[in-house]
């Protein structure tokens, strides 16, 4: 896979749980990693799921929340993840819940994350964070870091229920801290093309935002679902499997969006 020219910083955010922001996050990390790209995973979430999906230890260690803290350096507390040589992981810690109250008084509370990644950023051809399912101070500073946004969906009823408050929220990020980021694309994630209900919500997203919705669907399957009981990802521990597939492709579909881009 070519490599960036600089890198790429890719938030994967929706204040929606349960759309598949972890598994895209992780799958998509280890798929670019295995084709020879140096990748970082930052666990933004205070319930460190991408550190489990990753198997990088993540309890009673520094993390993430000592990094935006000012108590560590990110360098110091990066984690190597088992079976991929090229990708890395920085974790969360369960005291990653009390960050939005301690953020709050902090000078340039925004930035944190920001000011973390520039020092490491070099290293790494993307970064992927992943967020809470909150538009909350830690998703900000997500925000504030990154270059590309990705929004994953799942296709059923409620799924475009909170988007336009992300999509307000990222205009006033891009108007008042952030003009870099960029709305990549939608997602469409746990997708079952025999359900009338999610063929419908596809189409409707297709309808409203044409190209910026990925060619690719993930679809709801079994090995996605079990792969973090493992410590690893669908990609790893089964790459024939539909899942896995599917985020090979979303990998290769997105490496093709950015050097259009480019």
């Not at 746990?190 to 309808?207: F, G, H, P, W």
């Not at 935002?209 to 090995?223: C, G, L």
């Not at 024939?240 to 579909?253: F, H, I, K, P, T």
């Amino acid at each position: 896979m070519a490599k960036p020219a600089s890198t790429r910083i890719f938030t994967v955010a929706n204040q929606k749980g349960g759309v598949g922001k972890t598994t895209t996050t992780v799958n998509i990390a280890a798929a670019l990693s295995m084709g020879g790209l140096r990748v970082l995973v930052v666990d933004l979430d205070p319930q460190g799921n991408a550190s489990t999906a990753l198997g990088v230890p993540h309890r009673d260690i520094e993390g993430v929340y000592d990094v935006l803290m000012g108590s560590a350096q990110i360098s110091s507390v990066i984690q190597k993840v088992a079976g991929f040589p090229a990708l890395d992981c920085v974790p969360s810690n369960s005291s990653l819940a009390n960050a939005e109250v301690n953020l709050v008084s902090m000078v340039a509370r925004e930035l944190r994350l920001k000011e973390a990644l520039d020092e490491i950023s070099p290293n790494y051809d993307y970064i992927f964070i992943d967020c809470p399912p909150s538009l909350g101070l830690l998703t900000i500073n997500a925000f504030a870091a990154s270059r590309e946004l990705m929004i994953p969906i799942q296709c059923e009823y409620y799924a475009l229920e909170g988007l336009t408050d992300l999509l307000n929220t990222v205009r006033l990020m891009q108007s008042k801290l952030n003009p870099e980021l960029e709305f990549l694309g939608i997602l469409r994630t746990m997708y079952d093309k025999r359900n009338n209900l999610a063929i419908q919500v596809s189409a409707q997203l297709v309808e409203h935002f044409n190209e910026q919705v990925f060619y690719v669907s993930i679809p709801r399957a079994v090995r996605l679902a079990e792969a973090p009981s493992h410590g690893s990802t669908a990609v790893a521990i089964d790459p024939e499997s539909a899942g896995a597939q599917s985020y090979l492709r979303l990998a290769r579909e997105l490496l093709k969006r950015l050097k259009e881009a480019e």
